[in-house]
């Protein structure tokens, strides 16, 4: 009786196997909807296997990702990419695992390299963006896939990467920027050439290859993240040209996001902010106050996400300006913000938005207080004073810890002049408020990427909020915060008339 079975199975198998490597052969494929065909006679017999050919991978060990020819790292990137593709998901996960884990073990080392080279921000904030790069770029957990099942069969649409990136980073968050995007674009199956500041190009180059250090001792790659160590606005647009690079990253001001736009690839752009709070008279002001103080403050006011002007409605204002000092705030007058306008911040010689003075971006607030002749104490972290809706510091993207304050008369006129300031970005806006109505209002009004209540700016972006994180906010081109999804394409599967099992 088991002899039967064991020949009657072997003989099912056999059938089985005959059928899948015969495929169709001269059968007449299904007719669309009606029922699956019977099972395939085995006439056509097997056919002979073919082994695939993968193409030979030429890397260049030793290299670490350090170039200063984008030809030369787009080629290396682009085998690294080819290695990375054999490669199974569960390896990709451990190489992000690989960089998250030197952000976090290094971070001390890192963040002050970061801080020493850029000379911008606040030290003891870098090691902590680099841990929150470690902790809030989403992986291969962020990949996902869609299915489509019916009469027709079965359709699957997969998240498939670009190959190789060209990336842009910014001089505000240098290797935590680079860190992000390569654990999302690994993740998503890609590898990356980026141009980083050249203010920055150093804490980059050395974050490449400890990265590339560690994937290619465990998985034998290369090159996975390369770097142009001596980064140009030419080099820049060498990748931007580079006919092997089909999509583009950028996470900076408006003349790279121009750029990178008129590059004719598709780009992902994070763009410049401004974001504005509105304090309406419902607000908890010290909740308020120590929110306002957190963001704004936060590496000097660096992150594009922070608190850069705030509209407070007349009914609670001098709660409000008390609330702030309360904090540690230190308030300067109104003739003072004027001046520190005027060392600060410039305007374009042909009119539009004001921008920062490059000498004062992230500077300690105690450098800039004594621009007017002021010492204030160590641990104090923020300026703040009145100002006008029109004022350079209102208008400017300052990202210096000087922080204006509108009085307005009441919630519309807050959040009209709120909407004027963001100037149209769609990156970050603010409320503290307990009614769901001004929420509401606000939200619909100022249609940004990022909207937080009652918390910190750094909330929106997973710290000290739920959801991930990440330092490229793709406000310009409406990605939002990048995970790996952002750097693929759709690839679409078709099983016609079959596999639906139900
Ligand atoms: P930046 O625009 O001066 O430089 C950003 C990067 O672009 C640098 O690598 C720079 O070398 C390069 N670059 C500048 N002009 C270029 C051009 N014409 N062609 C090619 N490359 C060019 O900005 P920054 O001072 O380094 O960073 C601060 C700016 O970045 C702020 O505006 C801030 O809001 C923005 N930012 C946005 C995000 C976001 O996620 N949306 C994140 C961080 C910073």
């Known amino acids: 009786m088991t002899q039967v079975n064991e020949q009657l199975v072997r003989q099912m198998v056999e059938k089985v196997l005959g059928h899948l490597q015969a495929g169709w052969s001269d059968r007449p494929p299904p007719v669309a909807g009606e029922n699956a065909p019977p099972p ?52 990709r996960d451990e190489i992000c695992g690989l960089i998250r884990q030197i952000i976090t073990d290094r971070c001390d080392e890192l963040g002050r390299m970061e801080y020493e080279e850029t000379k911008i921000g606040h030290l003891p904030h870098k090691a902590e963006k680099l841990l929150m790069a470690a902790k809030l770029a989403r992986g291969v957990e962020g990949l996902a896939t869609e299915c489509f099942s019916g009469d027709h069969g079965i359709t699957l649409e997969e998240h498939a990467p670009w190959g190789v990136i060209g990336v842009v980073t910014p001089v505000t968050h240098s290797l935590p920027t680079l860190a992000t995007n390569a654990v999302n674009m690994i993740a998503a199956g890609n590898a990356l050439v980026c141009n980083p500041h050249p203010h920055g190009k150093r804490v980059a180059a050395l974050g490449a290859k400890l990265f590339n250090q560690a994937i290619h001792d465990r998985f034998g790659i290369d ?180 922080l204006p304050f509108v009085r307005c008369s009441g919630f519309e006129e807050a959040v009209e002049l709120a909407g004027a300031a963001e100037h149209g970005y769609r990156h970050t806006s603010v409320i503290h408020s307990r ?63 079959n596999l639906r099992i139900i």
């Not at 009119?351 to 104090?380: D, S």
Request: charged share 15%; aromatic share 6%; net charge negative.
């Open 223 to 402: 090159n996975l993240i390369c770097t142009i160590t001596e980064p140009t606005i030419e080099s820049a647009n060498a990748i931007f040209k580079h006919p092997d690079i089909r999509l583009l990253c950028v996470t900076g001001g408006p003349g790279v996001v121009a750029a990178a736009l008129a590059s004719g690839k598709r780009a992902i752009c994070a763009g410049p902010g401004n974001p504005p709070v509105v304090v309406d008279e419902s607000a908890d002001l010290a909740n308020a106050a120590r929110c306002i103080l957190e963001g704004a403050s936060y590496d000097n006011n660096l992150f594009c996400t922070a608190e850069k002007e705030v509209f407070v409605v007349a009914e609670v204002w001098d709660a409000m300006m008390d609330a702030m000092a309360a904090v540690g705030a230190w308030r300067v007058a109104a003739a003072q913000m004027d001046e520190l306008a005027k060392l600060c911040l410039e305007s374009p010689s042909g009119g539009g938005i004001p921008h920062a003075n490059r000498k004062y971006v992230g500077a300690e607030p105690q450098t800039i207080a004594r621009l007017l002749g002021l010492n204030i104490p160590p641990a104090c972290r923020l300026l703040y004073g009145e100002t006008s809706a029109s004022h350079p510091f209102v208008q400017a993207e300052q990202m210096m810890p000087v």
């Open 435 to 497: 009614l769901v109505d001004h929420m509401t209002h606000m939200g619909k009004e100022m249609d940004t990427t990022l909207y937080i209540k009652n918390g910190p700016s750094v909330a929106g972006n997973g710290a000290g909020g739920e959801g991930y994180g990440n330092y490229t906010i793709a406000c310009t081109t409406g990605e939002g915060i990048a995970t790996p999804l952002t750097f693929t394409r759709l690839r679409r599967c078709t099983m016609v008339d």
């Open 40 to 91: 395939i006679s085995g006439s056509a017999g097997p056919r002979p296997h073919v082994q695939f050919q993968y193409s030979p991978v030429k890397m260049q060990p030793g290299r670490l990702g350090q170039f200063t020819d984008v030809g030369q790292a787009v080629a290396a990137a682009a085998s690294a990419q080819r290695a990375l593709m054999r490669r199974s998901l569960a390896q």
